[in-house]
């Protein structure tokens, strides 16, 4: 006998990261995301971009890419910065970033908040020039 319930995204993705850090990276419009453009801008924000093997080919084949870590200051701080690139306006809706820390949603890309990126685009030049 089955037995059915409804479950949450992050109900079902929490317990994985028990004891760890976790970010999930989706792929939520595969077909824009093949524009080699915008890929590369994906790939960037993970910092895998130089990555060898099939990892960046197997990510946007399979749809799910998966970062895991220690939980530390500096590890968390990182995956922040991965899921601040992932609200960028012109890959927001492409990918979703997703940050699990010891099995709690902790920050993810589709909270509504501007991406640092966007932010700094906005500034005049004259703001971060070096004279």
Not at 59 to 72: C, H, K, M, N, P
Not at 101 to 118: A, K, N, T
Request: proline letters at 4%.
């Amino acid at each position: 006998m089955l037995t059915y319930s409804a479950k949450s995204f992050d109900e079902l993705a929490t317990p994985l990261s028990r004891n760890k850090i976790l970010l999930l990276i989706e792929i939520a419009d595969p077909n824009r995301a093949e524009q080699i453009d915008l890929y590369s801008l994906i790939l960037g924000g993970l910092g895998i971009d130089g990555t060898p093997g099939n990892v960046a080919e197997d990510f946007l084949d399979l749809g799910y890419l998966v970062a895991e870590t220690e939980i530390s200051e500096r590890n968390r701080n990182i995956c922040l910065g991965v899921v601040d690139s992932f609200r960028q306006s012109r890959i927001q809706d492409i990918a979703k970033a997703y940050l699990f820390i010891d099995e709690q949603l902790v920050e993810h890309s589709r909270d509504g908040l501007p991406s640092m990126f966007d932010l700094v685009a906005q500034l005049p030049a004259s703001c971060y020039r070096l004279k």
